[in-house]
């Protein structure tokens, strides 16, 4: 038996039903069509560091070349003699500048005790590698015995160094 659908009613709700499916079939057709969502901008990269001086060398002697670099290092001296400091530097990136405090710290060594001599500190702009020098005389002579250099980068002791002077 088949039924047959007669009622206007009935007929109302077949075009409903009908129009609802080809209305989604359509949306659906419309969606798989169209442009994928644009993607999210990757995260910028995090900023660089900024850069950094440090102490790279430090050496000691009784003279220095053109070059602001020992060129008799020794760790022995003679009463009349200076002691030069010879302090290499760097900085983390080659092209940039960099503010620095270098100090030169040296002392006496009485026993355990430690006695100031001299201290000093430049206030500099860094740049790549470099060669800073710090000198140390008495004209009356230096008095035999045990000394300490310390070097610092602002602030904070980074090398030492021992000397003596002998008669």
Known sequence: MTRTLKTPLSQAL?????????????????????PPAAAEPAPAPAPAAPATASVS????????????KVSSPTATFKP???????????TS????????KVSVKL???DGTEEMVVNDESRDMNLTGA?????????PDGWPAGKYKVYVSMN????QTKEIEVTK
């Open 155 to 158: 602030g904070n002791v980074v």
């Open 14 to 34: 077949l075009v409903a039903v009908i129009g609802a499916v080809a209305i989604v079939g359509c949306k659906k057709d419309e969606a798989a069509s169209a």
């Open 130 to 138: 470099g060669s800073t020098n710090f000198q140390f005389a008495k």
């Open 57 to 68: 060398t430090v050496d000691i002697g009784n003279a220095v070349g053109a070059d602001m």
């Open 80 to 90: 009349n003699e200076t002691f030069h400091v010879a302090i290499g530097t760097a």
């Open 107 to 109: 002392v006496y060594m």
């Open 93 to 100: 990136d080659p092209a940039a500048t960099v503010a620095g």
